[in-house]
């Protein structure tokens, strides 16, 4: 065991004993994945209406609150920490959207509640609003509505895993546990999802070439 | 797939070192595991492309269209929300709201030594919990 791991259960359990220094140290080193998983699973329909940070601070929140119960028998640290900000997440968009999503597809819902379309739009914005190279805006507005068409023909399970690796930075050992598979079984499905991907970001104009920076 | 884990390993490798700021070239990945070349050879260049835009620094990690908050901003609020009560509030009015440490302190009923001690504590500590990430 590396002395950064050492340190970071240390200064986790200080903060379980109550220490809100320690507690921000443990946050600090969890922020950056903290912060893309709000990123992500934020519906874009609250996009203007409510702000980012303001949720983030109601999930470091109610983590500190509910620090006390929190074992690490039970889970890995980070993967608790995102069962905290899911739950929170779906608080605000209950509060926010409530009544509008009582369908069919709430059961589809991934992680917070967000729309289950929002995987293939996220990783729209994954693949092509860092293509610098994209010369035009028509075109790349074009080629987005393209992207988003043939994403949606993906399996929902294997856009998730793609979400789960590149947008949340989950680790393999991560993703597996959240979809609740072996290491081995998720790894697979993902390498599948990746081959997908793949060979519909070869088949937009340009191919995968198009896309490189 | 001939031998995923590995092969996950691998992909999940590269990714890290695109995130880091490393060019990592597929051909060598490919020439050390010639059983793995041709998934090697037709998935990293995907991993390269949905990666593309951690490379532009992972300080910059939130992506354009998403609603996120910034990640000096996200460091900010984590490292305000676990300072002790009174060095927050302290903080806060005096970054947040303006207020000057001789207002601060009337309306806390503290001397103003006792403002300026909170602030130069809660400082410090800010800047240690928002620094060890500034830097990757």
């Not at chain 2, 031998?3 to 020439?31: M, N, T």
């Not at chain 2, 403002?115 to 919990?129: D, F, I, M, P, S």
Request: with cysteine.
């Amino acid at each position: 065991m590396n002395s950064d791991v050492v340190t970071s259960e240390r200064l986790l359990e200080q903060a379980i004993r109550g220490d809100r220094s320690s507690w921000g140290a443990v946050l600090a080193a969890h922020a950056s994945r903290l912060n893309r998983l709000v990123a992500a699973r934020l519906d874009r329909r609250l996009q203007g209406r409510i702000d980012a940070d303001d949720v983030l601070q109601e999930i470091c929140l109610e983590a500190w609150r509910s620090l006390p119960n929190y074992t690490s028998q039970s889970q890995p640290f980070y993967l608790w920490l995102r069962g905290v900000a899911g739950n929170k997440l779906l608080e605000v968009h209950r509060r926010h959207l409530g009544t509008q999503k009582r369908d069919a597809r709430r059961e589809q819902q991934g992680l917070g509640g967000a729309s289950p379309d929002s995987t293939s739009v996220l990783l729209v914005s994954l693949i092509l609003d860092s293509a610098t190279s994209a010369s035009a805006v028509a075109r790349r507005e074009e080629l987005k509505s393209r992207l988003h068409e043939s994403l949606e023909q993906m399996d929902a399970l294997d856009r998730e895993v793609l979400v789960l690796r590149h947008f949340e930075q989950l680790t393999p050992a991560e993703t597996a546990a959240v979809l609740g598979i072996k290491e081995k079984a998720a790894g697979m499905r993902y390498l599948r999802a990746v081959k997908r991907l793949g060979s519909i970001l070869n088949q937009l104009p340009g191919g995968l070439e198009a896309l490189r920076p | 797939m001939t031998d995923s884990p590995l092969l996950d390993e691998l992909a999940h490798e590269f990714v890290e070192r695109l995130r880091r700021g490393e060019q990592p070239p597929i051909e060598a990945y490919s020439a050390c595991h010639p059983a793995l070349a041709d998934e090697i050879n037709e998935l990293f260049p995907v991993l390269r492309v949905i990666e593309q835009h951690a490379q532009t620094g992972p300080g910059a990690t939130s992506p354009p269209m998403a609603p996120g908050p910034s990640d000096r901003s996200i460091r900010l609020a984590v490292a305000i929300n676990a300072l002790p009560e009174d060095e927050r509030q302290v903080v806060k009015l005096f970054h947040l709201q303006g207020e000057s440490a001789a207002s601060i302190a009337e309306a806390l009923g503290r001397r103003p030594s006792e403002v300026a001690g909170l602030l130069r504590r809660g400082l410090k500590q800010l800047r240690e919990h928002t620094s060890d990430e500034a830097v990757g």
